[in-house]
């Protein structure tokens, strides 16, 4: 089980295909403690490229993107960025999601009707 870690910076990177759901993200995750977003992304392909640019420590990865859906991203980074974890965030609908998230590598899915304060806190785990 992780630790809750307060004392450290930690660094993320936001991909989501809508720019007001990652401006949302960006806005809530700014006011938070120990947080920093370092980049943003609109696909799958570009949260590639954001991982490794920016090597943030976590990234909110959308499930459902244009060009590299979230899944083959998540594949993508964890396998050749083993040290950046990915949550992916997704529709609060089917338990497949979560375990294909899963199955691809991803750390932890999350329900886009989480919550700040359950979303911070598990991106202070890692």
């Given amino acids: 089980m992780n630790a809750i870690i307060l ?3 930690v660094r ?3 991909a989501d295909d809508n720019k ?3 401006g949302t993200l960006r806005l809530m995750l700014d006011c938070s403690p120990n947080i920093q977003v370092v980049g943003e992304a609109g696909n799958g392909s570009e949260a590639i490229a954001m991982v490794e640019a920016f090597q ?3 990234v909110l990865m959308d499930i459902s ?5 979230g899944i083959q991203a998540t594949r993508s980074i964890t396998s ?3 040290d950046t974890k990915v949550i992916v965030l997704g529709m609060p609908t089917a338990q497949t999601s979560s375990d294909t998230a899963l199955q691809a590598g991803a750390c932890q899915f ?3 009707d989480c919550g700040s304060e359950k979303l911070t806190n598990g991106l202070k785990e890692f």
């Fill in 12 to 14: 993320i990177g936001i």
């Fill in 110 to 112: 999350m329900t886009k």
């Fill in 56 to 58: 943030p420590d976590v």
């Fill in 7 to 9: 004392d450290r910076l």
């Fill in 80 to 82: 050749n960025f083993p």
């Fill in 65 to 69: 993107m244009p060009v590299v859906n």
């Fill in 20 to 22: 007001l759901v990652r």
